[in-house]
C-alpha cells in the first residue's frame, strides 16, 4: 500500500481481517476478503481473493519471490521480467506482484487454488535491499 500512496495512485484508509479500505481519487473503495492462501516457505508466494463491494468485482492479488508468480502469469510483460532480473543483479530481493478477475460465480468453491493461483497478470515487480541487523555482525563473528 506504501508504493500506492508513493505513486499518488491510492491512499491506504484502513483494514482488518474482512475488508480493506482505500481511496482511489475522490472515491473510497471498500473490498471483502473472501480467500487467503498464506504464504509458506514452499509456496513462496501469498495470494489474497477479493470482491469490490459496490461493483461486485472479484479480484486474485498475488505476491511473493518472482520466482513463484511469473510462471503463473499468462505472457508475463518482458520489461518487468527486465527490471526484475536488473534489482536481483544488483543484490536486492525481489518481489512480483500479479492480478487477475475471477468472474463471481467461480469463487463459491468451484475453483481450486491452483486455478485461482494461474493465468495471473504480472504487474509489477520490486527490488528491496535488506541491510543487516545491528546485532548480525557479531553473532556471524
Known sequence: MEMIDDQNLGNFISRNSDELR???GSKTEVYKSLKVFEFTSDRRMMTRV????ETGEVLVIT???DSAIIPICSNPDQNIINEIENFSLEGFRTLAFATKTLPDDQIDGYLTQEE???GLTLLAGTGVEDLLQLDVVPVLQ
Open 116 to 118: 485461482i493461483e494461474s
Open 50 to 53: 477479493v470482491k469490490n463491494v
Open 63 to 65: 505476491k511473493g519471490a
Open 22 to 24: 482505500i481511496k482511489v
